[in-house]
């Protein structure tokens, strides 16, 4: 019995791309806020 | 908790540790090099396997070191983590430093699934990450497919539909199985969740099937003293019991043979696969089942539905009185140990916005806030999926998680080894069920929440 999926390393190294490639692009609002909530506490 | 003065997170690293799944590896893939460069804050985010992830979870805040900033709670061991005052009340700590609340966070934006993670002070203990109900999703290429409809009704004298009862999803399991051998197929009419060695199929049982005979709440009654044998007041043996049970192994003979060894995963893995017609499947890996060719074979053939019910068991869910199936989630809660307590509250709240959901929905079928359901492109996989999303907003409260025992760890433990008995045939499931209604009292005896 083999189980044959399509998701190989060449499948992973796509997703993997794909993640990368998704948070470069997630837009977050206020982002201004979360730059400076890092640097100072009163944000 | 705020130390003052600027770069105060300047160094600071964020550990949090998880089980591997979906919505899981999102935030450790997508959410946390965001959240980095926004902040510089480094999150390294441990997925690992979910014995693991309790195991580790719980040995760092047992001995307070303080690895762990965040840890995965899920929602039926959550009661056992406020009991042991394991948590930081998030909902207390942003009201003590309004410089800290991120603006879009609102714990208002939350679906009701939220509560399961509050405490007696209506405090929000986590950040809820994922939530989704075992569906019985179907191959809607087969059961549209002219030839298998003409020998489906010509064999059992009915129409090929999603099966609204356990005898019909029976005949729907035999059919195919039958189909599989005869045309030399790799299919098989069921998946079964059916590990003989891991909760997952303990689980199984209890929290898909057996509620679906009228067995809720593990046949466990806290008003009867915590009685889980007939003979006390309980349901773990009862006639619908043995029922579920009966039933149940017969489904997991009809399935692949992998089946023996599969937890939650290996279903997902086995029906993306294309090797069974239909199963119950946790919904987190409906939409990657159903919409990513890298990992699937059943792109664009998956359907969705309710489980099949004994007679009465709907009316008791749309009562409150009962539940058709499993709701399960699970949050990212922070340790009192932790020693980041100001940085993770950011990153908890970064979890929550709006903004970064529909993606989020998308990897792992999770929705955790009401807009969710409005984003366009979960509107376009809820149609991909026949409905997924929209059951899960619709007829989430049909569904209910773990019932809210601090026991649970102990009497999953406790009664496991009775339940691998039974599946692999050591034990006939009427005398397994009696020796696990038996079992469960004694052990509930001796954690005092049962008196002789």
Do not use: C
Not at chain 1, 16 to 31: G, M, P, R
Not at chain 2, 200 to 214: I, R
Not at chain 2, 403 to 432: C, K, M, N, S, V
Request: cysteine-free.
């Amino acid at each position: 019995m083999t189980i044959s999926l399509k998701a190989g390393s060449s499948a992973l190294a796509l997703s993997l791309l794909a993640s990368t490639a998704l948070a470069q692009d997630l837009q977050i609002e206020n982002a201004e806020w979360w730059q400076e909530a890092a640097r100072s506490s009163t944000a | 908790m705020v130390a003052g003065g600027r770069a105060q997170f300047d160094g600071v690293t964020l550990r949090g540790v998880t089980e591997s799944t979906p919505p899981s590896n999102f935030v450790s893939d997508v959410l946390a090099p965001k959240f980095e460069e926004l902040t510089g804050i480094r999150v390294e985010i441990e997925t690992t396997s979910w014995d693991q992830m309790y195991d580790k979870a719980i040995k760092d805040m047992e001995a307070g070191t303080g690895i762990y900033d965040m840890v995965y709670l899920e929602q039926d061991i959550v009661y056992a983590y406020l009991a042991r005052d394991f948590l930081v009340d998030v909902t207390a700590a942003l009201q003590e430093h309004p410089d800290l609340q991120a603006p879009g966070y609102d714990e208002a934006n939350f679906t009701t699934f939220a509560d399961n993670f509050r405490g007696e002070n209506g405090g929000l203990y986590g950040t809820p990450m994922e939530a989704f109900i075992k569906v019985y999703l179907y191959r809607t290429d087969l059961f549209e497919d002219e030839e298998i409809r003409a020998a489906f009704q010509e064999q059992t004298g009915r129409e090929l539909e999603p099966a609204k009862t356990h005898e019909e999803y029976a005949e729907i399991a035999e059919f195919f199985t039958r189909w599989g051998q005869e045309h030399d197929l790799d299919l098989w009419g069921t998946t079964a969740q059916a590990h003989t060695g891991h909760p997952a199929s303990w689980y199984e049982y209890f929290e898909s099937v057996a509620p679906t005979y009228g067995v809720y709440d593990w046949g466990i009654k806290p008003d009867q003293n915590y009685a889980a044998s007939v003979e006390n007041g309980g349901e773990m043996n009862s006639d619908e019991a043995k029922a579920a049970m009966t039933w149940w192994l017969s489904m997991r003979d009809l399935a692949p043979p992998e089946s023996v060894q599969s937890t939650w995963t290996e279903v997902a893995t086995t029906f993306a696969a294309g090797r069974a017609a239909q199963g119950l499947v946790y919904g987190e890996n409906a939409a990657w089942i159903a919409t990513d060719d890298s990992q699937s074979r059943v792109v664009g053939e998956v359907g969705v539905a309710m489980p099949p019910l004994e007679d009465g068991v709907m009316e008791d869910a749309e009562s409150g009185e009962g539940y058709i199936g499993y709701y399960d989630g699970g949050a990212f809660g922070m340790p009192v140990t932790s020693n980041n307590q100001d940085a993770a509250l950011l990153f908890m709240q970064f979890m929550a916005l709006p903004e970064v959901q529909e993606d989020w929905a998308i990897a792992g079928s999770r929705i955790t806030l009401n807009s969710t359901y409005d984003a366009p492109r979960v509107q376009e996989v809820d149609a991909e999926l026949g409905g997924y999303y929209t059951m899960l907003r619709d007829d989430g409260r049909l569904f209910k998680g773990a019932p809210e025992y601090p026991f649970h760890r102990q009497l999953i433990e406790a009664t496991a080894p009775i339940f691998y008995q039974i599946l692999t045939g050591d034990l006939e499931p009427g005398e397994g069920l009696d020796q696990m209604a038996a079992k469960s009292e004694e052990e509930l005896t001796s954690l005092g929440y049962r008196t002789n």
